[in-house]
């Protein structure tokens, strides 16, 4: 069984920055892609922010300039440095992972991960 485990959010300051942790545990052989999706009340989950096993990253226009995502492939982490912060950046913000839990000489099988959540509130 694999875990996902986010930790970071509170409350925040317009213009002041928070870092999101988000690690994994469990039978991991690698992993895939990470990312991190929020979803603020009444609006649908959207993407944040990804990274690929290579350390291509990609970002909702809305954060571009502001967030950085990064991995650290050892410890089974993902981050989110958020800077800038404005208030329509509040959301539970959820980290995700493609877990590779197994491999053969056919292939490899994953899955996809979410954790908890956390909340992130911008307010003066």
């Known amino acids: 069984q694999v875990q996902l485990v986010e930790s970071g959010g509170g409350l925040v300051q317009p213009g002041r920055s928070l870092r999101l942790s988000c690690v994994a545990s469990?039978?991991?052989?690698?992993?895939?892609?990470m990312g991190w999706y929020r979803q603020a009340p009444g609006k649908q989950r959207e993407l944040v922010a990804k990274?690929?096993?290579?350390?291509?990253?990609k970002y909702a226009d809305s954060v571009k300039g502001r967030f950085i995502i990064s991995r650290d492939n050892a410890k089974k982490m993902v981050y989110l440095q958020m800077n800038s912060l404005k208030p329509e950046d509040t959301a539970v913000y959820y980290c995700t992972m493609q877990i590779v839990y197994y491999c053969s000489d056919t292939g490899c099988e994953t899955m996809d991960y979410w954790g908890q959540g956390t909340q992130v509130t911008v307010s003066s």
């Open positions: 469990g039978s991991i052989f690698s992993i895939n892609a």
């Open positions: 990274i690929t096993s290579s350390d291509n990253t």
